[in-house]
C-alpha cells in the first residue's frame, strides 16, 4: 500500500510517501537538490520487496513547505529525524544523493543511533571556495530569473548527454519537479551547501556507509567520493560507469545492482 502524509513541523511541513512492507524495516530515502521524493522511482520496486519504504521531500522541494531564510545541514537532519519520529521508527537504513547524500552524513554522525546502514551518493563532505562560489552564482540568477534560468546548465550536469538524448520522458519529468521547486527552497538549501563542513568529522563515523559515485560527475567528483571513503571507517566505495550526478536514474541499474549487495535486498 503507497501512502502520501503531511508531517507538520513548527516552521511548516514535510511530506512523505510510504510504500512497501508494512511490516518490513524501515528504510528513509532523501532526494538531491531540485528533486523530490518521485526521484527514487526507479529503486521503489526493489526496496519495496523488503522495506517499508519512506521518501521525503527536503523542506523547499515537492509537497513540502518552504520555510524563509537560509537553512542550515543541522535543519535538513532535524527534519529527517522528525520523519522517522513521526512514524515510530527507532531505526532505520537511510539513503540519499547529492543534498540528501551529505545530509546522511550529518545523520551519521550526529544521529548514529538512529542508523543502521547509509547510502551517501554523488555527494562530498566539504565546500571549497569554488563550491561556495557557484551556489552564490546560481543563487543571484534564479532570484533574477526562476528556476527556468539555470535548469539547461544543471540537467547537464546531472545526467550524461547520452541519456538526455535518449529518455525524453524522463528529463521532462526531472524537469516539472525541478521547475516547482521554490526559489525560496532552492536557495535555502543552497545556503546549506556553503556550510557543509564534515570532512574534517569523517574518522567519527560509526554507521556503515556506502559511498557511490558517477564516473562523469563534476559535482562531486570520482576522487573526492573514494577520499571520503578512505576516510570513513567501515565503508565500501563504489563507481559507475557513463554516469553523471543523479546516478540513481543515469544507471539505475548499475545503481540498484550496488544497494542490493549493501543492504542484503
Known amino acids: 500500500m503507497t501512502s502520501r502524509v503531511s508531517i507538520m513541523l513548527g516552521e511548516g511541513s514535510i511530506s512523505a510517501l510510504v510504500s512497501g512492507r508494512e511490516d518490513g524495516p524501515t528504510i528513509l530515502l532523501s532526494n538531491s537538490l531540485g528533486t523530490g521524493l518521485d526521484m527514487w522511482a526507479p529503486q521503489r520496486e526493489l526496496l519495496g520487496e523488503h522495506y ?20 542550515t545541514f543541522d535543519d535538513l537532519t532535524a527534519d529527517a ?64 530569473g526562476g528556476m527556468p534560468a539555470i535548469w539547461l546548465g544543471t540537467v547537464e550536469r546531472w545526467l550524461t548527454r547520452h541519456f538526455i538524448n535518449n529518455n525524453p520522458e524522463t528529463v521532462d519529468m526531472l524537469a516539472k519537479e525541478f521547475l516547482q521547486t521554490s526559489v525560496a527552497g532552492y536557495a535555502g538549501c543552497a545556503r546549506a551547501l556553503q556550510s557543509l563542513d564534515f570532512k574534517h568529522r569523517l574518522t567519527e563515523m560509526t554507521v556503515p556507509v556506502l559511498y557511490i559515485s558517477g564516473a562523469d560527475d563534476i559535482g562531486a567528483a570520482s576522487s573526492v567520493m573514494q577520499e571520503m571513503s578512505f576516510t570513513t571507517p567501515n565503508s565500501l566505495y563504489k563507481d559507475i560507469p557513463d554516469c553523471a550526478h543523479i546516478a540513481n536514474i543515469n544507471q539505475p541499474i548499475a545503481f540498484n545492482h550496488i544497494i542490493q549487495k549493501f543492504l542484503e535486498l
Open 52 to 71: 517499508r519504504v519512506i521518501g521525503y521531500d527536503t523542506r523547499g522541494h515537492g509537497q513540502s513547505s518552504s520555510p524563509s531564510g537560509d537553512y
Open 81 to 144: 529525524i522528525a520523519v522517522l519520529d513521526h512514524f515510530g521508527v527507532e531505526t532505520a537504513d537511510y539513503m540519499g544523493l547529492s543534498l540528501g547524500g551529505m545530509t546522511g552524513l550529518g545523520l551519521g554522525l550526529d544521529h548514529g543511533e538512529r542508523f543502521n546502514k547509509i547510502v551517501c551518493a554523488c555527494a562530498r563532505a566539504d565546500a571549497p571556495t569554488p563550491f561556495r562560489t557557484s551556489w552564490d552564482d546560481r543563487i543571484a540568477t534564479i532570484a533574477d
